[in-house]
């Protein structure tokens, strides 16, 4: 699987961006969809993920409420809706594939590249 994310961009506290995720095989909607991000000088942690049927999903603390992950397996699609942004969201979001999905960037073995969110005060 070969997973590729866009969408970030610089918008101001309290404002939204929709991050895309695109991947490429016929068997991604086997797979379940994490996004992480990392902060410069932070390591990389866990935003959310979503299992493979798209029924179940999960998110840390920090963004529950405010971010909703969602997919359409049909056009091998994951998204990010990021709501109420606050600075502290500012970080390169990955997204990654991985058999069950989990909390841990460990257990992801396909990773697109990153793409930046900026949140300015």
């Known amino acids: 699987v070969q997973l590729q994310a866009s969408g970030g961009g610089l918008v101001q506290a309290g404002g939204s961006l929709r991050l895309s995720c695109a991947a490429s095989?016929?068997?991604?909607?086997?797979?379940?969809v994490g996004w992480f991000r990392q902060a410069p000088g932070k390591e990389r942690e866990f935003v959310a993920s979503i299992a493979w049927s798209g029924i179940n999903a999960y998110y840390a603390d920090s963004v529950k409420g405010r971010f909703t992950i969602s997919r359409d397996n049909a056009k091998n699609m994951v998204y990010l809706q990021m709501n109420s942004l606050k600075p502290e969201d500012t970080a390169v979001y990955y997204c990654?594939?991985?058999?069950?999905?989990?909390?841990?960037?460990?257990?992801?073995?396909?990773w697109g590249q990153g793409t930046q969110v900026t949140v300015s005060s």
């Open positions: 990654a594939a991985t058999n069950l999905a989990s909390m841990d960037e460990y257990d992801y073995h396909y």
């Open positions: 095989g016929r068997t991604f909607s086997a797979y379940a």
